[in-house]
């Protein structure tokens, strides 16, 4: 029997998934919009389900118990990557010593705002569908919500503080313990830079500790730069008088995943003191100050603060520059970019923004351009009344050449193809990237059970079809399958879902992104 591995998954108790209750909060506004827009109460009651088995899952007394949880789809066929989440400096405005103080106040926000969300949407929703059924799935929510209230109220010796440091020391020891009970279980150890400047800690030590020993548990690294700092931090690239934590990794051939998609969590703060490079305007560069980030993370604006964050802190150009210093690195590039912009890329859609442009902004914009590139932009856009208007009726071919004609004029920021660009670049040749938290997809009527599911078989399909299935064997050999276990949950389809889907949209191809690129990225022979 072929053996399998999920590159990216997290097997988090109820301890670390309480900094990740925006992520309830999203999928509330989400079924919000869906209601505003008109859905049935079927398709309703599944995604409110989802949010339900998904808490249900994480809101376990221990992470062997999600393990557990997880296990039920895989079956002991499968080999996990759990990759821990470093938050201690998640807050941490300009290298102040706060070490998220902020944090419980602010966590003690985001239960009052799905106190008054949960209330106002279950009201929205009974208006509109007048269903029993409904408002008590509502309820369920709200107990789960409230289960987390007490367990981050309740203060005692015997309890891990889900706020600090001890968070940290908690996740290493459960996937210590985990990683010598079950041999399916390979953890990536989670660095924040940070800690070495704080925590008077060296780094580079701690991973030859964790990894490099012969006793260490740990098979690779993590890194989540939205977190809070730079991909070109010091720690990380080394420096004259010190090895970073890049060489090391390259010296051992150790496994790094970091997340590399627009989306997901960032740090609280919104001023944030960074050594290393960030992204301004499109342009890398090492800033003599504090960064000020336009929008507040807590706010109705959390999406913008989400991506920004991301943009100037973790974009692909920033990992590029790490690259050129280490081309032999071992790194995954998880989410490709996220499914959005995978499916954006293939089908070569364009920003809304970009269908209707101002006629001298366009033509700076293409100013750079080669006259070749010139002329197919401008053969896609008619001219009325001083604006540059998209046409309807350009071909896949023709949409395809001015897609990537405005890609490289920067009018196009898609994250998918900058990701491609550096995994199939054969300097790098050991680079990946992973699809994991694919939630593309629908909800539809699951023809066994006639239950409602959301199902991202067709979506994948027309990934493999357009997009996979024309790459070269060596651009094949650079994609890994990933789960995102349990946060993709909030957003669609069910673990065992998930699973069949990806072997039922890739066929034979499963193989070799769930079991010949993993064994070759975790170094593991054949």
Not at 77 to 95: E, H, I, K, R
Not at 105 to 112: A, D, L
Not at 488 to 508: C, H, I, L, R, V
Request: with cysteine.
């Amino acid at each position: 029997m072929t053996t399998y591995y999920d590159i990216h998954c997290h097997i988090f108790n109820k301890d670390v998934i309480i900094r990740k209750l925006v992520n309830v909060v999203q999928s509330l506004l989400a079924i919000k919009d869906l209601v505003d827009k008109g859905v049935t109460s079927a398709e309703l009651r599944f995604k409110i389900d989802g949010i339900n088995r998904t808490l249900e899952e994480v809101t376990q007394p221990s992470s062997e118990d999600v393990f557990e949880a997880l296990d039920k789809v895989y079956q002991g066929n499968v080999v996990t990557t759990p990759l821990m989440f470093d938050l201690t400096y998640a807050d941490d405005n300009d290298d102040d010593e706060n070490q998220n103080k902020r944090y419980r106040k602010r966590i003690k926000r985001i239960f009052w705002l799905l106190s008054v969300a949960l209330p106002f949407i279950k009201m929205r929703v009974n208006r509109k569908l007048q269903s029993e059924e409904l408002a008590e799935a509502f309820d369920k929510i709200r107990d789960h919500v409230k289960q987390f209230e007490d367990s981050f109220d309740r203060k005692s010796d015997e309890e891990v503080e889900i706020f600090d440091n001890a968070n940290y020391a908690q996740q290493i020891a459960d996937l210590e313990y985990l990683a010598g009970k079950y041999e399916t279980i390979k953890p990536f150890f989670s660095v924040d830079p940070r800690r070495e400047y704080k925590g008077n800690v060296n780094l580079v030590d701690k991973l030859k500790e964790k990894i490099v020993a012969e006793d260490g548990r740990f098979a690779g690294v993590k890194l989540y730069a939205p977190a809070g700092f730079s991909p070109t931090d010091p720690v990380l690239m080394g420096t004259r008088n010190s090895t970073g934590i890049y060489a090391l990794c390259q010296e051992h051939n150790i496994p790094i995943t970091v997340h590399n998609s627009n989306s997901g969590f960032a740090c609280l703060s919104s001023v944030l003191k960074v050594r290393g490079d960030v992204l301004i305007n499109g342009n890398t560069i090492k800033p003599k100050k504090p960064l000020v980030f336009d929008y507040r993370f807590f706010s109705r604006k959390v999406h913008k603060a989400i991506a920004e964050r991301a943009k100037k802190l973790n974009h692909p150009k920033l990992w590029e520059l790490v690259m050129k210093k280490y081309p032999d690195l071992t790194i995954n590039f998880a989410h490709f970019g996220g499914s959005g912009q995978i499916m954006d890329y293939i089908n070569y859609n364009f920003p809304e923004e970009q269908k209707r442009v101002d006629e001298e902004e366009f033509e700076d914009a293409i100013m750079s351009l080669s006259n070749k590139d010139k002329e197919i932009i401008r053969a896609a856009y008619t001219l009325k009344r001083k604006k540059r208007i998209l046409r309807e009726d350009l071909t896949i071919a023709e949409r395809a050449k001015v897609w990537n004609a405005l890609y490289r004029t920067g009018f196009i920021d898609n994250w998918a193809k900058a990701i491609f660009d550096i995994i199939k670049n054969p300097k790098y040749p050991n680079a990946y990237t992973d699809l994991s938290c694919f939630s593309e997809g629908t909800v539809i009527e699951s023809p066994t059970t006639q239950e409602m599911v959301f199902s991202i078989r067709e979506t994948l399909s027309t990934f493999k079809t357009s997009f996979y299935d024309k790459l070269s064997g060596y651009e094949k050999s650079k994609i890994l399958y990933g789960s995102d276990y349990y946060l993709t949950q909030f957003f669609g389809p069910s673990m065992e879902q998930y699973f069949n889907d990806f072997k039922a949209a890739f066929g034979d191809d499963f193989d070799t992104i769930a079991s010949v690129n993993p064994k070759r990225f975790l170094s593991i022979n054949p």
